[in-house]
């Protein structure tokens, strides 16, 4: 094992706003905070000693989504008073789902509030499997004032549209406020998946979109770099299930990073990283 390491900053508590304090309450209430983890700083590669993230576990997902859902919007809230806009990036899936239609119900200044996507299949827009057609059905209903920058365009491929969503992509006003990440069963984050041959790519290039083939997952996609996702204030892995719990506590282990790309967000040179987990 490395030497003790040191935890993050913990993110700020959710303040109560009107209409959501006891919401807030509630979800903190279920909250059973679990002290972060011990990591190993061997075998972690291009960071070197790897940080601690926090964790934050919760007994059912409705009080993960409230809980998380208020540090959100605090973080653009506090990004808009500071800087006049919030810059968030978001992951797709079934548990981020029910995060953005909470989000959607928000008071906020969406209009001062940029979105894109942390990762996306190539695929139409209006496509089933689509990452852009779940935030528009989620989250962008609620907060349609909220501009929204698709990492997808109508190339035919990933290769031959990462040019011009490199373009898009550098113009927005970064760093990140915040990136929402998700991670699957065999440690991917992002679409950085351990069986793409894309992936030593993805962690070495210093631009901030790769496109990745993943073998055991279907159509070809458009992901953050392991450098993108450095570009953050503040980065939070969503994850729900026993089965997930499971998979992050092995990724936590000692090992290398591209066994399970997941053990990119808690290197050293990464932003703080913060683990909301509901049963």
């Known amino acids: 094992m490395g030497d003790e390491l040191t935890a993050s900053p913990p993110l700020p508590r959710p303040l109560s706003r009107e209409g959501r304090g006891e919401q807030n309450a509630t979800a903190m209430a279920n909250e059973a905070h679990i002290s972060p983890s011990p990591l190993a700083g061997e075998g972690l590669g291009r960071g070197g000693a790897?940080?601690?993230?926090?964790?934050?576990?919760?007994?059912?997902?409705n009080a993960m989504v409230a809980a998380l859902g208020a540090v959100v919007v605090e973080h653009l809230?506090?990004?808009?008073?500071?800087?006049?806009?919030?810059?968030?990036?978001?992951?797709?899936?079934?548990?981020?789902?029910?995060?953005?239609?909470?989000?959607?119900?928000?008071?906020?200044?969406?209009?001062?509030?940029?979105?894109?996507?942390?990762d996306d299949r190539w695929l139409p827009a209006d496509h089933v499997d689509s990452n852009t057609r779940l935030l528009r059905q989620h989250l962008l209903q609620g907060a349609a004032a909220a501009r929204f920058v698709p990492l997808v365009n109508a190339a035919p491929t990933p290769e031959k549209g990462l040019a011009q969503a490199t373009e898009r992509f550098n113009a927005l006003p970064q760093p990140f406020d915040l990136i929402l990440l998700g991670m699957g069963d065999d440690g991917h984050t992002a679409s950085l998946f351990p069986c793409a041959p894309q992936l030593q790519h993805a962690f070495s290039t210093s631009e901030p979109l790769v496109a990745?083939?993943?073998?055991?997952?279907?159509?070809?996609?458009?992901?953050?770099?392991?450098?993108?996702l450095r570009q953050?204030?503040?980065?939070?892995?969503?994850?729900?299930?026993?089965s997930k719990q499971a998979v992050l506590q092995q990724a936590l282990q000692d090992g290398p990073v591209e066994q399970m790309p997941v053990r990119l967000l808690w290197q050293a040179d990464m932003p703080p990283l913060a683990v909301y987990w509901a049963q």
């Open 232 to 242: 953050s204030r503040q980065n939070i892995l969503l994850i729900s299930g026993a």
């Open 50 to 61: 790897a940080q601690t993230p926090e964790q934050h576990h919760f007994a059912d997902q």
């Open 212 to 228: 990745m083939y993943p073998q055991t997952a279907p159509y070809g996609r458009i992901s953050l770099s392991a450098n993108a």
């Open 77 to 118: 809230q506090n990004a808009i008073e500071q800087r006049g806009h919030a810059l968030l990036a978001v992951s797709g899936g079934k548990t981020p789902a029910a995060l953005f239609d909470w989000l959607s119900q928000q008071t906020l200044d969406w209009s001062k509030v940029i979105i894109t996507l942390a």
